[in-house]
């Protein structure tokens, strides 16, 4: 693949992958790049309307939510999904719609529990890396489908759980592990890739930027830095195409350029 960082706002993020019924039939295949451009730049502006919302977490305790729900919680307090791939139940959905209803965590989880959690969930969701040939359209049609990303988007702090998260990776291991097996190497890398976007998307927002001191920016930008080559090789392994999380949103002069 060329390596080089794109803009999203001048080229697409392809995603590779083979078509199954995790496929979305809304994916584009094989489109003129001013009709990608057009699609990215649609999409993005649908998500960053989404994430100018600022929504708290409602005071229900997490104790009340895993007695109500108890096939939706590990015993450390995570969300997990009840189905999984390779579960009959999962095997035997005849279409992507019954898939997202195996996997549709309550609303009442959702609307609860911490960012931090609901991020976490998020990135674990089974369709997350379902193949997209635009990463942004891929990701505002999973808003419209799946309420935890809808709602994981409008949080107040969700860049800045992000943050916390992206920047406590070890980028050289993720890549390690990912080397290590040759034969699951793009499956792998694949899952790391999305969960990567989908932080520095959340990163990149203006409501982010301006919940940040100056010492937070400059550590952000310091781990993104780090973390450059790695990244190359996790989207290299992905089979997708290079990013910045400061050429993922567009609001006035996106300060994160400077």
Sequence with gaps: M????????????????????????????SMPVSLEVQQDKDALAKLQKMSEKSLIAKKVSKTVLQKKYPDWFTKSGDIKYPVRPGDKKWEAAKTQNDLYELSDIPKEIVDSVGTETLLKAVEEHPLLSQPYDIWSVGMEAFSRKFYGLKILLQREDAGIEAASVYMAKDMKE?????????????????EDYHKIVLEEYLISTEKTYEQMDDTKKQQVLKAI??????????????GAQEYHFYDMIKYGDNPWKK
């Excluded at 697409?12 to 809304?26: F, P, R, S």
């Excluded at 993720?174 to 694949?190: G, H, L, P, R, Y």
């Excluded at 973390?227 to 392994?237: F, G």
């Design 2 to 29: 060329r390596r080089k960082i794109y803009l999203l706002c001048a080229c697409a993020l392809i995603l590779t992958g083979c078509g199954n019924k995790n496929t979305d039939t809304n994916s584009v295949t």
């Design 225 to 238: 830095k780090a973390n450059y080559e790695y990244e190359k090789e996790i989207a290299s392994n992905a």
């Design 174 to 190: 993720i890549v390690k592990k990912e080397n290590s097996n040759e034969d699951k190497k793009q499956v792998q890398a694949d």
